[in-house]
């Protein structure tokens, strides 16, 4: 199945990235995104593998997501590919999460 992601959530793993490159090193910054890779990739797999995000069940959608030490890759599945919306932090105020989910393209 083929996987599709939103400007916001390729920002997102950027930032993520060059902040902990700085912070943590080239090292731990490298392990973060190989495992956001690892995840994208098997979501190929098994789409439905994620956990349905109870915050979100009031919205048409169905938002699925994957975690990630802190952080969840938000996501839906279509008809004929996977779209993924954002990589959320779980430490920010969920209704952040609800503005986020409106604003994504």
């Known amino acids: 199945m083929e996987i599709r992601s939103s400007k916001l959530f390729k920002q997102q793993v950027t930032d993520l ?15 973060v ?12 797999l098994f789409p439905n593998m994620g956990t349905v995000e ?13 975690v990630i030490k802190h952080n969840k ?17 779980c430490r ?3 209704g952040h999460l609800m503005e986020l989910i409106k604003d994504v393209d």
Request: glycine fraction near 2%.
């Open 17 to 31: 990235v060059c902040y902990l490159k700085v912070t943590f090193g080239k090292r731990i910054a490298f392990r």
């Open 33 to 44: 995104k190989s495992e956001i890779e690892k995840k994208v990739f098997l979501l190929k």
């Open 54 to 66: 109870p915050l979100l069940e009031e919205e048409p959608l169905v938002y699925r997501y994957l």
């Open 73 to 89: 890759i938000l996501y839906t599945v279509e008809e004929n590919y996977i779209f993924i919306h954002l990589l959320w932090d």
């Open 92 to 94: 920010q105020d969920s």
